[in-house]
T-cell receptor
Framework: EPEVTQTPSHQVTQMGQEVILRCVPI?????FYWYRQILGQKVEFLVS????????KSEIFDDQFSVERPDGSNFTLKIRSTKLEDSAMYFC?????????????FGPGTRLTVL | GDSVTQMEGPVTLSEEAFLTINCTYT??????LFWYVQYPGEGLQLLLK?????DKGSNKGFEATYRKETTSFHLEKGSVQVSDSAVYFC???????????FGKGTKLTVNP
């Protein structure tokens, strides 16, 4: 069964450093998402991406964040200058279509630790 | 904005016990409702969903009915197994928006 994959599973970085989290969505999906979960808190939406542009973003997704689909398979989340409060589990998801009714399939997550 | 309120955990049950995890939501329009499950060390997996009022989603013995009048989507299972131990998340999307809004999650532990 196709699945979303994410690398690395755990990333440790120093405050102020740039990190890139990588995702490979399901191959025929067109809509891509990033969510995060700070330890003990809710899973929060960050951004959605379709047709090579951001279609929706939350207030969390400020200028420090960016997303890219550099080739036909990868979908990345970049944090330019990490802060302590960026420490969280980051989940990538993809779906075949939008409209709110389609299933978003999630990857296993990348645990980001900012020291 | 949209929000989801889930029963606080953790929940601990014995095998074969009946499970209910309550979920209520606030949303305008006609949201779609989802339950996701996260097994230890894994990502979020869709458990079931319902896209319109009175729909019942079901999977692996779990059920939830979209109740528009009470804005609820409670998860139930008649007889839980040890393998059901996981964190369960209720979530909602609204037509026109792609984002899933999640509840806090409820950790379920089932003992033999």
């Amino acid at each position: 069964e196709p699945e979303v994959t994410q690398t690395p599973s755990h990333q440790v970085t120093q405050m102020g450093q740039e990190v890139i989290l990588r995702c490979v969505p399901i191959s025929n999906h067109l809509y891509f998402y990033w969510y995060r979960q700070i330890l003990g808190q809710k899973v929060e939406f960050l951004v959605s991406f379709y047709n090579n542009e951001i279609s929706e973003k939350s207030e969390i997704f400020d200028d420090q964040f960016s997303v890219e689909r550099p080739d036909g398979s990868n979908f990345t989340l970049k944090i330019r200058s990490t802060k302590l409060e960026d420490s969280a589990m980051y989940f990538c998801a993809s779906s075949g279509r939008t409209g709110g009714t389609d299933t978003q399939y999630f990857g296993p997550g990348t645990r980001l630790t900012v020291l | 904005g949209d929000s989801v309120t889930q029963m606080e955990g953790p929940v601990t049950l014995s095998e074969e016990a009946f499970l209910t995890i309550n979920c209520t939501y606030t949303a305008t329009g006609y949201p779609s409702l989802f339950w996701y499950v996260q097994y230890p060390g894994e990502g979020l997996q869709l458990l079931l969903k319902a896209t319109k009022a009175d729909d019942k989603g079901s999977n692996k013995g779990f059920e939830a009915t979209y109740r528009k009048e009470t804005t609820s989507f409670h998860l139930e299972k008649g007889s839980v197994q040890v393998s059901d131990s996981a964190v369960y998340f209720c979530a909602v999307t609204q037509g026109g928006s792609e984002k899933l809004v999640f509840g806090k999650g409820t950790k379920l532990t089932v003992n033999p």
